[in-house]
């Protein structure tokens, strides 16, 4: 069985998730503490040694990080991924685009809110992830004005890869509600069959 070495509060790791929930796709889950050391253990770095999460370990025991080079992997062959050349290399661009410009802002935001004490220096940061997540949000804006869906007219893992942490952007001080076609699309996500919502807290606790 594939495992999946995870953190219930990550977006990254959620994107993951979502996309197995909608494969229906068996996994272990393995929750670590990523704000007390649990991914620089001797054991998950020799699965992935940059010491993050998301990662998978395959039943042929081969390991793979990235949350979007592991969507890549999974969605082969399957609805969430166009066979079209040219759509292809559009899921790439997205997923290109929400790892440079969108997660370093949007995410980082939300981390520094929701994990770090208040009055901690890296607040400071705060102000410009929020002037470049407006930026990436309103570049998905105008994207969306015009579609249902981030690539030709199915749902796919560039969607999964924006939604994972577009749709909890309030946790880090965006308003959604300053870009309604975006709203809109989250909406659409969070409605489709098979459909699973973020963890509210470690698994069993």
Not at 26 to 43: A, C, F, Q, S
Not at 72 to 83: E, I, K
Not at 172 to 200: I, Q, T, Y
Request: glycine share 10%; proline share 6%; aromatic share 10%.
């Amino acid at each position: 069985m594939l495992t999946l070495y995870d953190n219930w509060d990550s977006g990254n790791g959620y994107k993951v998730r979502l996309l197995l929930a909608h494969l229906r796709h068996d996994y272990r889950l393995v929750d670590l503490d990523i704000d007390h050391g649990g991914t620089h253990t001797p054991e998950f770095l020799a699965v992935n040694p940059n010491g993050k999460i998301p990662a998978i370990v395959l039943d042929d025991g081969r390991a793979l990080f990235e949350s979007n080079a592991i969507m890549v992997y999974l969605a082969d062959g399957s609805p969430f991924m166009p066979q079209e050349r040219f759509e292809r290399a559009q899921v790439a661009q997205w997923l290109f685009f929400e790892q440079y410009s969108h997660e370093p802002q949007v995410a980082v935001a939300r981390y520094i809110h929701r994990h770090l004490p208040a009055g901690h220096a890296r607040y400071g940061e705060v102000p410009a992830r929020l002037e470049g997540g407006r930026k990436a949000l309103g570049v998905m804006e105008q994207h969306l004005g015009s579609r249902d869906w981030m690539v030709g007219e199915a749902f796919s893992i560039a969607d999964i890869g924006l939604y994972a942490y577009t749709h909890v952007a309030h946790h880090g001080g965006f308003d959604l509600n300053d870009f309604p076609a975006v709203k809109a699309w989250c909406g659409r996500v969070a409605s489709l069959p098979g459909h699973v919502p973020m963890l509210e807290g470690p698994p069993g606790g």
